[in-house]
């Protein structure tokens, strides 16, 4: 179905995730910081990202900041930010993303956000990122 990469510093949660996209058709590839996740765009663009926001190393907001910053075409992946902070809808503006589910969620819940995602394909906009 689609090529996606999951963005997810708690292993478990990571594996978890990656496991139920997978067996619903997904190529999935997993990092487990930002930076890795950074690397992993370079290697092969995904059709959509799915990012945790609190992560050691470089956090989901600084991968997305960085991928503009690098400007070569990794800012044209959609992003779906995957959290339990507590002003979620702030921080997806900020990124600029539309794209956002509070953690814990439904298998459903994300199904149909990744439907949407892969229809719409809508990047980031750059203005929102602080």
Avoid: W
Wanted: aromatic share 4%; net charge negative.
């Amino acid at each position: 179905m689609a090529d996606l990469l999951v963005v997810e510093d708690d292993p478990d949660a990571a594996e978890a995730l990656g496991e139920i996209l997978r067996v619903n058709g997904h190529d999935v590839r997993i990092a487990f910081n930002g930076e890795q996740g950074l690397r992993m765009l370079e290697e092969r663009a995904p059709e959509a990202a799915l990012l945790d926001i609190e992560m050691p190393i470089l956090d989901g907001p600084g991968m997305v900041a960085t991928m503009f910053v690098r400007d070569a075409g990794l800012e044209r992946v959609p992003i779906v930010l995957l959290s339990g902070v507590q002003d979620l809808p702030a921080v997806a503006a900020q990124v600029g993303t539309p794209y956002f589910l509070c953690k814990p969620y439904t298998f459903e819940t994300l199904r149909r956000m990744l439907a949407r995602v892969l229809v719409e394909r809508t990047p980031p906009r750059r203005a929102n990122l602080a």
